[in-house]
Protein backbone atom coordinates (compact mmCIF):
# COMPACT_ATOMS: atom_id res chain seq x y z
CA UNK A 1 0.00 0.00 0.00
CA UNK A 2 2.73 2.42 0.77
CA UNK A 3 4.73 1.56 -2.40
CA UNK A 4 1.53 2.43 -4.66
CA UNK A 5 1.03 5.64 -2.62
CA UNK A 6 4.87 6.64 -3.28
CA UNK A 7 4.35 5.39 -6.69
CA UNK A 8 1.16 7.94 -7.13
CA UNK A 9 2.98 10.56 -5.32
CA UNK A 10 6.23 10.52 -7.58
CA UNK A 11 3.65 11.16 -10.56
CA UNK A 12 2.91 14.57 -9.63
CA UNK A 13 5.24 16.31 -11.15
CA UNK A 14 5.04 14.61 -14.82
CA UNK A 15 1.28 14.94 -14.25
CA UNK A 16 1.34 18.75 -15.02
CA UNK A 17 3.01 18.64 -18.49
CA UNK A 18 0.96 18.59 -21.57
CA UNK A 19 2.48 15.81 -23.00
CA UNK A 20 3.18 13.56 -20.26
CA UNK A 21 0.04 14.21 -18.21
CA UNK A 22 -2.69 12.15 -19.53
CA UNK A 23 -0.13 9.41 -19.38
CA UNK A 24 0.79 9.93 -15.47
CA UNK A 25 -3.23 10.63 -14.56
CA UNK A 26 -4.40 6.99 -16.09
CA UNK A 27 -1.27 5.31 -14.24
CA UNK A 28 -1.99 6.93 -11.06
CA UNK A 29 -5.61 5.78 -11.82
CA UNK A 30 -4.60 2.30 -12.67
CA UNK A 31 -2.65 2.65 -9.57
CA UNK A 32 -5.17 3.32 -6.98
CA UNK A 33 -7.73 1.28 -8.22
CA UNK A 34 -5.76 -2.18 -8.62
CA UNK A 35 -4.46 -1.56 -4.89
CA UNK A 36 -8.11 -1.49 -3.83
CA UNK A 37 -9.08 -4.31 -5.46
CA UNK A 38 -5.96 -6.41 -3.89
CA UNK A 39 -7.23 -5.22 -0.35
CA UNK A 40 -11.10 -5.15 -0.63
CA UNK A 41 -12.08 -7.29 -3.65
CA UNK A 42 -9.44 -10.24 -3.87
CA UNK A 43 -9.82 -11.35 -0.37
CA UNK A 44 -13.33 -10.92 -0.12
CA UNK A 45 -13.48 -12.85 -3.46
CA UNK A 46 -11.42 -16.22 -2.28
CA UNK A 47 -13.23 -15.91 0.94
CA UNK A 48 -16.72 -16.61 -1.15
CA UNK A 49 -14.84 -19.02 -3.05
CA UNK A 50 -13.02 -20.69 -1.21
CA UNK A 51 -14.39 -20.44 2.15
CA UNK A 52 -14.31 -23.31 4.92
CA UNK A 53 -17.82 -25.07 5.83
CA UNK A 54 -18.60 -24.47 9.91
CA UNK A 55 -17.29 -27.45 11.32
CA UNK A 56 -20.46 -29.69 12.88
CA UNK A 57 -21.05 -31.19 16.66
CA UNK A 58 -20.59 -34.71 15.44
CA UNK A 59 -17.10 -34.30 14.05
CA UNK A 60 -14.13 -36.15 16.04
CA UNK A 61 -12.55 -33.89 18.88
CA UNK A 62 -9.58 -31.74 18.16
CA UNK A 63 -5.94 -33.61 19.31
CA UNK A 64 -6.42 -30.73 22.60
CA UNK A 65 -9.18 -31.92 23.33
CA UNK A 66 -7.32 -35.59 24.20
CA UNK A 67 -6.47 -35.93 28.05
CA UNK A 68 -2.93 -36.37 29.52
CA UNK A 69 -1.91 -39.94 29.27
CA UNK A 70 -4.20 -40.77 26.37
CA UNK A 71 -1.99 -39.90 23.12
CA UNK A 72 -3.78 -39.85 19.21
CA UNK A 73 -2.27 -42.34 16.93
CA UNK A 74 -1.25 -39.80 14.85
CA UNK A 75 0.76 -37.69 17.16
CA UNK A 76 4.13 -39.16 17.54
CA UNK A 77 6.59 -38.94 20.66
CA UNK A 78 9.33 -36.96 20.24
CA UNK A 79 12.32 -37.34 22.42
CA UNK A 80 13.32 -33.93 24.14
CA UNK A 81 17.26 -33.14 24.48
CA UNK A 82 17.49 -34.24 27.93
CA UNK A 83 16.29 -37.69 27.36
Do not use: C, Q
Amino acid sequence: MLTALTAVLALIPISRGVFWGPLAYSMMGGILVATVLTILVLPAAYALFFGREPKSKTDAPAVGDAPEDEVPDNVRHMPIAAE
